[in-house]
C-alpha cells in the first residue's frame, strides 16, 4: 500500500503478428481485488470523478483509448497521468481525489479493493481537504 499515486507497468506478452495478452495477477498487485467495473462511451467534453475514497483503493487502465487523470493528495500533491496503453495502470491510493478525463473511444477498467459502499465516497471538495 503506498501513500501516493503511481503507475503500474503489466508485462505483455506476444508479438505484433499475433496480439498481445496483460495479465494481473494478485500477488503482483498492490491489493487482493474484490471488484472489476469499467466505464465507456464518456463524451470528450465530460469530466468524471471529483470524489476520493475514504478506504477503497483501485488500480484504473485505459483498456482502449485514452484517459487523462488528475491527482489530488491531501497534503496539496497534484499529478497528471495520461493513460494510453492496456499495458500501464494507474493505482490510486485512498484519500485521493480524482479527476478523469476520456477520449470518446476510451474503456476505463478499475479494479478495486473492496466493494461498492457510497458511504465510502467523500464528493465534497472541501469535506475532503477537511
Ligand atoms: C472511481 C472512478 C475511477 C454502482 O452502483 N456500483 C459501483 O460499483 C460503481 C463503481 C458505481 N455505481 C453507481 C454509482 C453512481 O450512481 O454508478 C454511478 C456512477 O458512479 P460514479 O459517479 O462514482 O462514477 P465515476 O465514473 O465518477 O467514478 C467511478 C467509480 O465510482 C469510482 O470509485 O474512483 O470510477
Same mark, same amino acid.
Given at each position: 500500500?503506498?501513500?501516493t499515486? =503511481? ?23 498492490? @491489493? ?5 467495473y ?42 497528471? @497521468? ?9 493505482y ?23 466493494? =461498492? ?14
Amino acid at each position: 500500500m503506498s501513500s501516493t499515486p =503511481y503507475l503500474i507497468h503489466f508485462n505483455s506478452i506476444g508479438k505484433s503478428d499475433i496480439g498481445y495478452i496483460s495479465i494481473a495477477e494478485k500477488e503482483t498487485l498492490p @491489493f487482493v481485488p474484490q471488484r472489476i467495473y469499467w466505464t465507456y462511451y464518456t463524451p470528450e467534453d465530460v469530466k468524471r470523478g471529483f470524489h476520493s475514497h475514504y478506504n477503497l483503493e483501485q488500480i484504473l487502465v485505459a483498456v482502449a483509448g485514452k484517459i487523462i487523470v488528475t491527482t489530488e493528495m491531501k497534503n496539496g500533491n497534484k499529478q497528471e @497521468f495520461i493513460l494510453d496503453t492496456p499495458k500501464t495502470g494507474l493505482y490510486v491510493p485512498k484519500m485521493c481525489w480524482r479527476i478523469m478525463q476520456y477520449s470518446h473511444n476510451a474503456v476505463q477498467m478499475c479494479i478495486a479493493s473492496d466493494t =461498492y459502499t457510497e458511504t465510502d465516497y467523500i464528493r465534497d471538495y472541501n469535506e475532503f481537504l477537511k
